[in-house]
């Protein structure tokens, strides 16, 4: 009989944290970067909310209904991966919108990027941020953007989204823009007196960048679906750290 620990491989069990995520219907992004970074023992579980218009994505049922079905497994968190929507309804609808989700997570606390990027500039000392977003965000999105984190003290001293200006694909694969393509537009339009950087986009597949950003502008950098990960992480008590995917996880 085999009884050495060593014998048997990771099998994707959820020993340390299991962490629902509500994501778009036809969004490949979010799932697979999650459980990119997610460190040995910490499994990601999806629910989808159906997608038709941005300004509409987070009323009520889908997301509603979505959070019903992940609150019947032993999660540690749910994360709605809709940045753009914290942007739209501002810090005080963003805060109904959780309350309202967190009336059907039978307890689980839900959590959405833009708040989790709040905590982690602070965790991180940035206080003068840019912010850079996917070529689907508008010029309208942009200023929200900026509003936003106004709103929660942050001195916000550059915002731009890629060009390109492109709309959501459909199914998005995450191929909207090559990691080389991220990296030389923040490169070129970042001002360097910028303190962070946020890669803004939860359906934008960023993280591959998020090093050589940090190691050539020597400033945290932090995407939308890895602060959020982060983020649940450390509220579930999963504090072992993950490399390759920013300072942030090592702070």
Same mark, same amino acid.
């Given at each position: 009989?085999?009884t050495?620990?060593s014998?048997?491989?990771p099998d =994707?069990?959820?020993w340390r944290?299991?962490?629902?995520?509500?994501?778009h219907?036809?969004?490949?992004?979010?799932?697979?970067?999650?459980s990119?970074?997610?460190?040995?023992?910490v499994?990601?579980?999806a629910?989808?909310?159906?997608?038709?218009?941005l300004?509409?994505?987070?009323?009520a049922?889908?997301?509603?209904?979505?959070?019903? @079905?992940?609150?019947?497994?032993?999660?540690q968190a749910?994360?709605?991966?809709?940045?753009?929507?914290?942007?739209?309804?501002?810090?005080?609808?963003e805060?109904?919108?959780?309350?309202?989700?967190?009336?059907?997570s039978?307890?689980?606390?839900?959590?959405?990027p833009?708040t989790?990027?709040?905590a982690?500039f602070?965790?991180?000392?940035?206080e003068?941020?840019?912010l850079v977003?996917?070529?689907?965000?508008?010029?309208?999105?942009? @200023?929200k953007?900026?509003?936003?984190?106004?709103?929660?003290?942050?001195?916000?001293?550059?915002?731009?989204?890629l060009?390109?200006?492109q709309?959501?694909?459909?199914?998005?694969?995450?191929?909207?823009?090559s990691?080389?393509?991220i990296?030389?537009w923040?490169r070129?339009?970042?001002?360097?007196?910028a303190?962070?950087?946020?890669?803004? =986009?939860? =359906?934008?597949?960023?993280?591959?960048v998020i090093?050589?950003?940090?190691e050539?502008?020597?400033?945290?950098?932090?995407?939308?679906? @890895?602060v959020?990960?982060?983020?649940?992480?450390?509220?579930?008590?999963?504090?072992? @750290?993950?490399?390759?995917?920013?300072?942030?996880?090592r702070?």
């Open positions: 009989m085999r050495d620990v014998t048997w491989k =994707g069990l959820g944290a299991r962490i629902g995520v509500l994501t219907d036809d969004n490949t992004v979010i799932e697979s970067e999650f990119t970074m997610a460190p040995e023992g499994s990601i579980h629910a989808r909310v159906p997608f038709s218009e300004k509409t994505y987070a009323d049922p889908g997301p509603d209904n979505a959070t019903a @079905q992940l609150s019947r497994l032993p999660l749910i994360v709605f991966a809709f940045t753009a929507g914290s942007y739209l309804v501002g810090k005080s609808g805060q109904n919108l959780v309350a309202r989700l967190e009336k059907r039978n307890g689980i606390p839900v959590r959405m833009a989790s990027a709040v982690a602070r965790a991180l000392g940035a003068r941020i840019a977003h996917a070529p689907f965000f508008s010029d309208e999105l942009d @200023q953007g900026v509003d936003y984190f106004r709103e929660h003290g942050f001195n916000v001293v550059h915002v731009s989204h060009h390109p200006p709309e959501v694909p459909h199914p998005n694969l995450g191929s909207i823009a990691p080389v393509e990296y030389e923040v070129r339009n970042v001002p360097s007196d303190e962070g950087i946020f890669i803004a =986009g939860n =359906g934008f597949r960023s993280i591959g090093e050589a950003l940090e050539d502008r020597g400033l945290p950098v932090i995407t939308a679906n @890895q959020a990960l982060w983020d649940v992480l450390r509220r579930s008590g999963v504090l072992t @750290q993950v490399a390759d995917y920013g300072q942030l996880f702070n």
